[in-house]
Structures are given as structure tokens and as C-alpha cells.
T-cell receptor, first 117, second 112 residues
Framework: GAGVSQSPSNKVTEKGKDVELRCDPISGHTALYWYRQRLGQGLEFLIYFQGNSAPDKSGLPSDRFSAERTGESVSTLTIQRTQQEDSAVYLC???????????????FGPGTRLTVL | TQLLEQSPQFLSIQEGENLTVYCNSSSVFSSLQWYRQEPGEGPVLLVTVVTGGEVKKLKRLTFQFGDARKDSSLHITAAQPGDTGLYLCAGAEGSTLGRLYFGRGTQLTVWP
């Protein structure tokens, strides 16, 4: 497909379980972002990958959250020992870095809706 | 604490009316973007403004970046039901690629 894809689209889990969310960016996009969107809220930055640079993890809310990226392709966001407050839509975006500026367009996937019971 | 405050949070209007959505901050941004998000989908970029005082037009949508680069507005003329959606503003503090700070959004509903 031509766009950013995310899987699963919906995930229901029990409190205390670990979950893995997957993001497939647009081919050739070197920058990849993860955001969290709680109900009625804006997007909350979690983590940013760009090429071989060290990721910007400054938005991760706790050490239960981690993310990896394989080269310049797939990324997985892992949440360990899930809590009810982790319930949200997790959005992934990718960007084609031209000038390396913040004006480069971020293309978003449809998100994964996580519900922690 | 929200770096970007959007107002109003909800807006419900009739087709044909005009409206303005505001995005305010005490911080200076190097650029500011406006997105529109529909249910079950990710946000889609509408416009990026970079220069203080800049005005950009996209058909019936007019975007303005404040002179001090701390605020922005989105004006829609003659709103249509197809304009219904969540409008989000997002700011970048630095000029290099990195994180964006998003507002909470304005949920716009346009009734036929």
C-alpha cells in the first residue's frame, strides 16, 4: 500500500499484560514517529526515529513503554504491564526527510485503538 | 500542561456559516501546522505556516500565523457538511526535524 499502515487496528487486553503495536511506514521515509491520542485529547508525542540517529525518547511516559525500529522500515511499540490509563489510540507517522526541517509533512496511519480492561 | 491551546473545543454550525478556530501559545514556534482528522483515521496535513504574519489560503480555508509566531487561526468561509471533522494545530519549536506539539483540537460539525 501507499500509506502508513498499523496493526492491529484494535487491541483489547487485560491489565498487566504486555502488548506490541506495529507500524509500517511509507517506503523510503526515514523519519518515524509514535503518538498517543486519548479520548477528547490532542496527540501526545511518544518517540521519534530518524535514520541511524539515536531516537528521541523524551515523550515516553514511563519505562513500561519502549519502541524499536528495524533499519528504516517497521517499528514496534511495546507496552509492558499495561494499565487502564494506557487505553488510547496509538498513531504512527512517517516523513520523507528532504531538508531535515520540521516543515516536512508527517503522514499518519489509521492508528491502533488499545483498550485495557 | 498543553503547550498549544485551541478554542473553541466544540463548534456546531449550519451549512453556509463562517467560522474561526484559534490556536494560542505562550511559546514561539518555528513553524505551525494544521491537520484535519476524521473518525477512525489519522490526521491529514492541511497547511504549514512558517513566517510570522503569513497567510495561506486553501479554497475556502484561510490560515494565519501570528506576527510573533505564537498563535495561529483557521477561518472557514461558507462551511459545508464535508468540512466536519477534528481540526488540530501542531507546532515545532526548532527548525530541524523532530517532535510536534499538538493542541487538543476543535471538533467541528456542519449541519446541512
Amino acid at each position: 500500500g501507499a500509506g502508513v499502515s498499523q496493526s492491529p487496528s484494535n487491541k483489547v487486553t487485560e491489565k498487566g499484560k504486555d502488548v506490541e503495536l506495529r507500524c509500517d511506514p511509507i517506503s523510503g521515509h526515514t523519519a518515524l514517529y509514535w503518538y498517543r491520542q486519548r479520548l477528547g485529547q490532542g496527540l501526545e508525542f511518544l518517540i521519534y526515529f530518524q535514520g541511524n540517529s539515536a531516537p528521541d525518547k523524551s515523550g515516553l511516559p514511563s519505562d513500561r513503554f519502549s519502541a524499536e525500529r528495524t533499519g528504516e522500515s517497521v517499528s514496534t511499540l511495546t507496552i509492558q504491564r499495561t494499565q487502564q490509563e494506557d487505553s488510547a489510540v496509538y498513531l504512527c507517522a512517517s516523513s520523507l526527510v528532504r531538508g531535515g526541517l520540521n516543515t516536512d509533512t508527517q503522514y499518519f496511519g489509521p492508528g491502533t485503538r488499545l483498550t485495557v480492561l | 500542561t498543553q503547550l498549544l491551546e485551541q478554542s473553541p473545543q466544540f463548534l456546531s454550525i449550519q451549512e453556509g456559516e463562517n467560522l474561526t478556530v484559534y490556536c494560542n501559545s505562550s511559546s514561539v514556534f518555528s513553524s505551525l501546522q494544521w491537520y484535519r482528522q476524521e473518525p477512525g483515521e489519522g490526521p491529514v496535513l492541511l497547511v504549514t505556516v512558517v513566517t510570522g504574519g503569513e497567510v495561506k489560503k486553501l479554497k475556502r480555508l484561510t490560515f494565519q500565523f501570528g506576527d510573533a509566531r505564537k498563535d495561529s487561526s483557521l477561518h472557514i468561509t461558507a462551511a459545508q457538511p464535508g468540512d466536519t471533522g477534528l481540526y488540530l494545530c501542531a507546532g515545532a519549536e526548532g527548525s530541524t526535524l523532530g517532535r510536534l506539539y499538538f493542541g487538543r483540537g476543535t471538533q467541528l460539525t456542519v449541519w446541512p
